[in-house]
């Protein structure tokens, strides 16, 4: 069974930076599609970047600048990074996957889960 870890939230001023981090057990995570995922209280989840297990990416245009997404293949581990955070970023991040080769958009296109990660950003 596939499992993916966050880690990394927490509490940051604006303007700061964080790293986050996913783990997934598993042999084949380097031909997973791999997400971060976004969501505040009363408000839908939201894409915030994808990575394709060749590397092919896509961000949110609200994130574009400032987030970067990555993954080490040999570690089974995703990240992203986020500079210049912002009082609007504030959110429950998930890590999301799929055994799939192209690049996903909404979250019901992901059947990999993670519980989430608080970022909370004060201004």
């Known amino acids: 069974q596939v499992q993916l870890v966050e880690s990394g939230g927490g509490l940051v001023q604006a303007g700061g930076s964080l790293r986050l981090a996913c783990v997934v057990s598993?042999?084949?995570?380097?031909?997973?599609?791999m997400g971060w995922f976004r969501q505040a209280p009363g408000k839908q989840r939201e894409l915030v970047a994808a990575?394709?297990?060749?590397?092919?990416?896509n961000y949110a245009d609200s994130v574009k600048g400032r987030f970067t997404i990555s993954r080490d293949n040999a570690k089974n581990t995703l990240f992203l990074q986020m500079n210049s955070l912002k009082p609007e970023d504030t959110a429950t991040y998930y890590c999301?996957?799929?055994?799939?080769?192209?690049?996903?958009?909404?979250?019901?296109?992901?059947?990999?889960w993670g519980q989430g990660t608080q970022v909370t950003v004060s201004s």
């Open positions: 999301a996957g799929r055994s799939s080769g192209s690049l996903y958009y909404t979250a019901r296109e992901y059947d990999l």
């Open positions: 598993g042999r084949t995570f380097s031909s997973y599609t």
């Open positions: 990575i394709t297990g060749g590397a092919r990416t």
